[in-house]
Nanobody
Framework: QVQLVESGGGLVQAGGSLRLSCAASGNILSVNDMGWYRQAPGKQRELVAAITRGGSTNYADSVKGRFTISRDNAKNTVYLQMNSLKPEDTAVYFC?????????????WGQGTQVTVSS
């Protein structure tokens, strides 16, 4: 069994910062791509940022220059540093990871963490 456990969400004023963490645990041989998605009320889940095992990154246009994704492969953990937060960043943030177990790979999701940005 694989679990993704997120932490770091909360309430912050516009212009503030938060750092999200997501740790993968369980019977894991390796973790490929990891990413953060978000879902605001009434909207579809969208990709915020993704990172390969080698460190290549991809960002949604709306967060470029404000958010930074990083990872620690030894800890199977991915981070999302969010700066200059805006009210429109308010959403539930979900971690996603492509995990290799026993020669097979599968995508797993975290339970989500609420980020609320007040104006």
């Amino acid at each position: 069994q694989v679990q993704l456990v997120e932490s770091g969400g909360g309430l912050v004023q516009a212009g503030g910062s938060l750092r999200l963490s997501c740790a993968a645990s369980g019977n894991i041989l390796s973790v490929n791509d990891m990413g953060w998605y978000r879902q605001a009320p009434g909207k579809q889940r969208e990709l915020v940022a993704a990172i390969t095992r080698g460190g290549s990154t991809n960002y949604a246009d709306s967060v470029k220059g404000r958010f930074t994704i990083s990872r620690d492969n030894a800890k199977n953990t991915v981070y999302l540093q969010m700066n200059s937060l805006k009210p429109e960043d308010t959403a539930v943030y979900f971690c996603n990871a492509n995990v290799i177990r026993f020669g097979n790979s599968a995508n797993y999701w975290g339970q989500g963490t609420q980020v609320t940005v007040s104006s």
